[in-house]
């Protein structure tokens, strides 16, 4: 089955910089990946996804980016802000198959120090 | 709010007893999901069902299972349970079983402490 490996676990940045989150997935046949945000407590959330047809999707200060042939994709999130601490978890998929779970990575807890 | 409704938010249970966890999805979302998140863990996934079917299994222990009822709501029953069973269980829904998905919403969540 598939299976989503996310790097780093966690991570600190200033606020005004940017932060990369990494996955990697295993199932060449996956191709739906969502990013969510969880903050403590709280519901995961998606923040932004990306289909295999695209390599790249950017909404305001986050994009995805994929690829297909490594299998990786990355979240960026740039100029950071305090409100960005959470943990974000990416997740893979195969929609348009007969199952539509999603197999999620591990998260990184990002910390944004003002 | 997402839509998707669990109840009860906090159950607490001694080792040994049978617990239910209730999922209300989003109105016209035949699909239910099921996660486990235990302290420290990513979402781990259960089992999926669509439309009153089971559509999908994942790390489900045989001393838990599930259903999804006429009108779409859907029960998470958890037995013989165990303190390593703590953890908070999140019930996601989405419009399809995989032909034209949109994104999965995700309930509050139901945090299970085993005593």
């Known amino acids: 089955g598939e299976n989503v490996e996310q790097h780093p676990s966690t991570l600190s940045v200033q606020e005004g910089d940017s932060a990369v989150i990494k996955c990697t997935y295993s199932d060449s046949a996956s191709n739906y990946f969502p990013w969510y945000k969880q903050e403590l407590g709280k519901r995961p959330q998606l923040i932004i996804d990306?289909?295999?047809?695209?390599g790249e999707k950017k909404d305001q200060r986050i994009a995805v980016t994929l690829n297909k042939t490594a299998k990786h994709f990355s979240l960026h999130i740039t100029e950071t802000q305090p409100e960005d601490s959470a943990v974000y978890f990416c997740a893979a998929s195969k929609k348009g198959g007969s199952q539509g779970n999603l197999i999620f990575g591990k998260g990184t807890k990002l910390s944004v120090k003002p | 709010d997402s839509g998707v409704t669990q109840t009860p938010k906090h159950l607490i249970t001694a080792t040994g007893q049978r617990v239910t966890l209730r999922c209300s999805p989003r109105?016209?979302?035949?699909?239910v999901y099921w996660y486990q998140q235990s302290l420290d863990q990513g979402l781990q996934f259960l089992i999926q069902?669509?439309?009153?079917?089971?559509?999908a299994k994942g790390n489900i222990l045989e001393r838990f299972s599930a259903q999804q009822f006429p009108d779409l709501h859907s029960e998470l029953n958890l037995s013989s349970l165990e303190l390593g069973d703590s953890a908070l269980y999140f019930c996601a829904s989405s419009v399809g079983g995989g032909v034209s998905d949109t994104e999965a919403f995700f309930g509050q969540g139901t945090r299970l402490t085993v005593v």
């Open positions: 990306i289909r295999s047809n695209v």
């Open positions: 069902y669509y439309n009153g079917e089971e559509r």
């Open positions: 109105s016209g979302d035949l699909s």
